[in-house]
Every structure is written in structure tokens, then in C-alpha cells.
């Protein structure tokens, strides 16, 4: 196993799986613009790799990740939002329409951003004490890096307006239930040997069969991702500048409840 130079995002090869580590610990891997900037220009080299069949996502310590940095605010400031979402947009798009085959590694939260990666993933595994949850609503926006539409996608249509319009939080076995894990396990040791068990599985396969076949799995959703991500987006932009967007930052950052007023 050898390493790439890393900040936030460490990058480790072993023979054809790539392991990206969202390393912030300080911050709950929460992501930031230079996080996403980092992990966009890892995830787009990694794509000129023949040699890559695999790539791991996971979060370093016992957080995958806990979502946009609300107190950096690059999610909510209008300007920068567009950049930050256009960015983790193409992030979570370049994944869902690569032949590598993408296993997201949930051990502790999973949040609005941090979920909306998992959610892009072919593969999502989980130990039993993650939690998820999709908490726009709750501080007066919608999730905005294709939260809305891959819901849908992986979980259903019930499912999707459960999570996203209640904003509350579920755990491993609920989000199993639901059709969005394929694999809930006891520890982070158990989630490296169900790893093991499914990467050699595939490596069985034909690669570029099973690439093609992806491709093919996911090319209903594809024709329609623009339309969808378009509308996904002019909503957000339209939530903010309201007064409930900004009584729900200025409530989560004083950690007390949003008084909302619909406006």
C-alpha cells in the first residue's frame, strides 16, 4: 500500500483499490471548499487510472461526515455557494457515471453533504451505530448536491420524502430497511471484511462487463439527473435569502431551536 501527499483528503492505493480517507477530524470531516476541491481533483485522477477498479470512500475516526461547515458558511453564502455546490455536485456525478465501481464505508455520521456522497455510491455499508440524515429542512434550505433526486433513486419515493422532509436523523438498521445499505455490520473491522468479501466477488466478474453493466443500471437516472439537479438548485438558491434560512443558521450556530415564520 503506498500514499499520495494529502491534507484533507487521504489517498491510499492497494493493488486495484484506491481508499479515500475524508481526514478532518477536527471538524467532524465536515466539508469545506477546499475539502471538496481536494477530493474532486483525487476522484477526477482517479479516472485516468486503468489500474483503479475500486474506490473506497470512508471518514477518518468515528464520523464519515457530518455535512457542509456551516460556521465556514461556503454552503449558504450565495456566491460561494454556487462554486461549493457546483463542485460536490460534479463530485457525486463523476461517481455515479464511472466504470470503477465506488463502495461508500459508514462508521458515525453520515449528514446532508456527508450522506449525499454515500448516496452516489454503488456500494453502502455501515456499522450499526451510524446515523443519517438529511437535516436541510431544519435550517431553512433542501439538500443541494442531488440529495432530492438520488433519495428517489436508492431509497424510493416514500422513503425519500420520509428522510428529507422530516430532516431527522436514522440509524443503520432503518436506513437498511429502507433499501439505501447493503451491508450493516458490528464495528469498522467488520466493515473491512465485508469490503473484502464483495471486492473479491467482483474481481471474479469480467471488468469491463461490470462497468458497462453499471453504466446501464444507472442510464435512466442519467438522461434525467440534469433536469433534476437543475431544479434541485434554483430551489435552493430561492431559500437563501429568506428570514426561516437565516433564523436556522443563526439557531443551529447558537445551539438552540429555529423559530421559523414561513418567509
Do not use: W
Request: aromatic fraction near 10%.
Amino acid at each position: 500500500m503506498y500514499s499520495m501527499n494529502q491534507r484533507y483528503v487521504e489517498v491510499k492505493m492497494k493493488g486495484s483499490t484506491c481508499f479515500i480517507t475524508l481526514n478532518r477530524p477536527e471538524a467532524l470531516n465536515a466539508l469545506n471548499m477546499d475539502l471538496v476541491d481536494e477530493l474532486f481533483g483525487r476522484i477526477k485522477g482517479l479516472e485516468a487510472q486503468e489500474s483503479v477498479r475500486f474506490v473506497v470512500l470512508q471518514g477518518v475516526g468515528k464520523t464519515f461526515c457530518s455535512g457542509a461547515d456551516i460556521k465556514e458558511g461556503d454552503v449558504f453564502d450565495k456566491k460561494r455557494s454556487s462554486i461549493f455546490l457546483d463542485k460536490l455536485n460534479t463530485v457525486t456525478n463523476i461517481i455515479e457515471d464511472s466504470e470503477k465501481i465506488y463502495f461508500a464505508l459508514i462508521n458515525g455520521y453520515a449528514l446532508g453533504g456527508g450522506f449525499e456522497l454515500v448516496l452516489a455510491c454503488d456500494f453502502r455499508f455501515a456499522t450499526k451505530s451510524s446515523k443519517f440524515a438529511l437535516p436541510e429542512v431544519k435550517l431553512g434550505v433542501i439538500p443541494g448536491a442531488g440529495g432530492c433526486a438520488r433519495a428517489v433513486k436508492v431509497c424510493g419515493y416514500a422513503n425519500a420524502v420520509k428522510i428529507i422532509l422530516t430532516g431527522r436523523s436514522f440509524i443503520a438498521k432503518e436506513m437498511f430497511q429502507m433499501g439505501t445499505l447493503h451491508e450493516v455490520v458490528d464495528d469498522s473491522a467488520d466493515l473491512e471484511k465485508e469490503l473484502a468479501k464483495y471486492i473479491g466477488c467482483l474481481k471474479k466478474n469480467a471488468p469491463r462487463a461490470v462497468g458497462y453493466a453499471k453504466k446501464c443500471l444507472n442510464s435512466h437516472f442519467g438522461q434525467l439527473r440534469t433536469e433534476y439537479l437543475k431544479k434541485e438548485r434554483n430551489s435552493y438558491k430561492k431559500l437563501l435569502d429568506t428570514y426561516d434560512k437565516r433564523e436556522g443558521i443563526k439557531a443551529f450556530l447558537e445551539k438552540r431551536k429555529p423559530v421559523f415564520k414561513g418567509k
